[in-house]
């Protein structure tokens, strides 16, 4: 269940019209009140998340109703309004982002679903789109549509595509060797990514090797130099 799996299965969808074998799948599960050719947009992320084991998109289970599935990510902390600052610091492949027409941030105004496939330098992002122009297809979007975005809870990608990120409802504290996982991962990606040399390996192992760059970074950037990634640290790496 990784984003980058999410991501192979959404793009196998591309160009499929309507009705369609997505509309059925959804039909068949949860029965005659999605028969026809109903609104499928949050339907296919459901078929794409079951379809990539990735179920970790649907935190309360299969949803065809986006303002559902928007507050599933929002109950579990895991919501970002949809403002240019926040598609840029926050957003990542994978994520599942939700449309509002007129242009608010507000969950119970969502018309519309995809799945991010790129975030753009200029805070847009490239997506994957089930019922757009009565088929799916590729979009770009920029915030003024965008209400925001959930991050699910996948696991590691070894791919590249959309490799681990902590969401930031609550600050890392990484202080200890024995911490691991995707957390450190994308410290050790960060500091690569701001110059550590040589550059770390991306274990997600929080080492002594790890934990001298923390140390050089914070010297260099004028934070408290204690190794440990805090609210101050992480925010400075994360920009």
């Known amino acids: 269940m990784t984003a980058a799996g999410m991501i192979r299965e959404a793009r196998k969808s591309l160009g499929l019209g309507e009705p369609n074998h997505i509309q059925k799948w959804y039909a068949e599960r949860h029965g005659s009140a999605y028969g026809g050719n109903f609104p499928w947009c949050d339907a296919a992320v459901s078929y794409w998340a079951r379809r990539s084991n990735s179920d970790a998109v649907l935190p309360a289970g299969d949803r065809a109703y986006t303002v559902s599935h928007a507050q599933d990510f929002q109950r579990i902390d895991r919501w970002k309004s949809g403002t240019t600052a926040n598609i840029k610091q926050f957003a990542r492949p994978g994520d599942i982002v939700f449309f509002d027409w007129k242009g608010t941030n507000n969950i119970g105004a969502i018309d ?22 009565n088929a799916c297809k ?7 549509v965008i209400a925001g975005f959930g991050r699910p809870a996948y696991k590691k990608s070894g791919t590249g595509t959309a490799g681990p990120r902590p969401w930031p409802g609550r600050h890392l504290k990484l202080t200890s060797p024995f911490m691991h996982g995707g957390d450190v991962e994308w410290v050790q990606e960060r500091l690569n990514a701001k110059g550590a040399s040589p550059k770390l390996t991306t274990d997600g192992e929080f080492g002594p090797k790890t ?22 640290t992480w925010s400075s790496l994360a920009r």
Not at 211 to 232: C, F, M, N, T, W
């Open 211 to 232: 934990k001298r760059e923390v140390v050089d970074y914070q010297r260099s950037h004028k934070l408290e130099a204690d190794g440990i990634v805090g609210p101050k």
């Open 138 to 144: 590729r979009r770009v979007r920029a915030a003024n």
């Open 112 to 133: 519309h679903v995809g799945v991010i496939e790129k975030v753009l330098s200029d805070g847009r992002v490239q997506t994957i789109e089930g019922n757009t122009g």
